[in-house]
């Protein structure tokens, strides 16, 4: 039967992730730091505003682009708190969730044979959407010393006559990093100069602890081109609803707009519902879990250091990054071996790309008591090596 399989797919890996996920589950008292979902359950309101759509029969397709209120309302939403300003009507698209949006924003500007260029580390998906359309994904490995961040130099030292798209991830999965406006700035001078279209994911925007966002697409010559990617799964709790964004120039959004209109039709039109009530009464219960995660992460990372695990100071997402190099211990060795002795489950940062080896990603979006308690698992197993 492996005959049957297309190339495309052979290429591509299994998810590093859902491994230790998958091996977590089938163990007894593991403390999951693992999966990069959020902790609370959906605020009740949003919930009922779905509830009361089927309650009421709206239970039938939305337009492709999804419903216009909510498009509305995503578009001063995003215009009142990143300065970026979409038309609802023609530069919108609602899909479900942010990983359909980046799988339409890849396969409607990449033709086989263009190089994407790919900050890693970086989420598992990237690599393998680009792949899986007939490009090529060129990875740029951002340093530690740079805080993760991608550089202008490094930007040109990949530069190639097919590099035809710029894909970034900030805040960053794994490593929790963040582009400031003059980071963009440095960026966007590159990108103008070599003609490069930009995809920027942004799903952790709202989960910025240090100043605000700076949204790609507010950068003086960036909005032209570029493409903005974000869902409702991380900062509204929303990961089962499946719910994201696309938001580009209407030449680009049009033609993202045939393909998903042949492989999804619309997103769910109830969660499109409950979108509509996080948009416009979801900010406060937001703001409480984003100081939640930012007390988190100031605990957990302070371990981190304390117990010999040096980790730079994650700005956003919810994820810490550290280094496990000084063990002696690969990161997948390190990974299996602290989830089999110590019942702490955490992800090799080999899996995110070549930058991420000899880290490990964990997610502090778990209560304060377990991330008390894996910190001194942690510190545990690193004593008895």
């Not at 070549?354 to 942690?378: F, K, P």
């Amino acid at each position: 039967m492996r005959d049957f399989v297309s190339e495309r797919a052979r290429a591509i890996p299994p998810s590093g992730i859902r491994r230790f996920f998958d091996l977590a589950g089938k163990m007894e008292d593991v403390i999951s730091l693992g999966v990069g979902e959020p902790d609370y359950t959906t605020p009740w309101h949003i919930c009922e505003a779905a509830i009361t759509s089927i309650e009421q029969g709206h239970t039938s397709y939305t337009s492709n682009t999804g419903l216009e209120t909510l498009r509305r309302d995503l578009s001063s939403f995003l215009n009142n708190r990143y300065q970026i300003s979409y038309d609802p009507l023609s530069e919108m698209i609602v899909t479900t969730g942010v990983s359909e949006a980046l799988d339409i924003a890849i396969r409607a500007v990449i033709d086989p044979g263009d190089e994407a260029l790919v900050v890693d580390p970086i989420y598992v998906s990237y690599g393998p959407c680009v792949t899986l359309a007939g490009g090529k994904p060129v990875l740029m490995p951002c340093l530690e010393k740079d805080h993760f961040r991608l550089t202008p130099d490094l930007l040109m030292e990949h530069i190639t006559p097919k590099s035809k798209v710029l894909i970034l991830n900030f805040p960053n999965n794994p490593s929790g990093a963040v582009m400031r406006k003059e980071d963009i700035k440095g960026i966007a001078d590159v990108a103008i100069d070599h003609d490069l279209l930009i995809l920027s994911d942004e799903v952790y925007a709202e989960l910025t602890y240090e100043g605000k966002h700076c949204a790609v697409a507010s950068v003086d010559g960036l909005w032209e081109r570029t493409v903005t990617l974000s869902g409702f799964s991380k900062a509204f709790a929303m990961t089962g609803w499946r719910l994201g964004y696309f938001c580009a120039p209407k030449e680009i959004t049009a033609a993202a707009l045939k393909i998903h209109q042949y492989i999804m039709l619309s997103a769910p039109t109830m969660a499109q519902y409950g979108a509509i009530e996080a948009l416009r009464h979801g900010q406060d219960p937001m703001e409480q879990m984003v100081r939640e995660y930012h007390m988190r992460r100031n605990l957990f990372v302070d371990g981190l250091n304390r117990i010999g695990l040096p980790c730079h100071l994650p700005e956003g997402a919810f994820y810490a990054f550290p280094s496990v190099k000084q063990t002696g211990l690969s990161d997948q060795e390190f990974a299996e071996r602290l989830i089999t002795e110590a019942g702490v489950a955490v992800v090799p940062g080999s899996v995110f790309g070549t930058a991420g080896e000899g880290h490990v990603r964990c997610a502090y979006a778990v209560s304060r008591n377990d991330l008390s308690e894996a910190i001194a698992r942690m510190g545990e197993f690193i004593q008895n090596l």
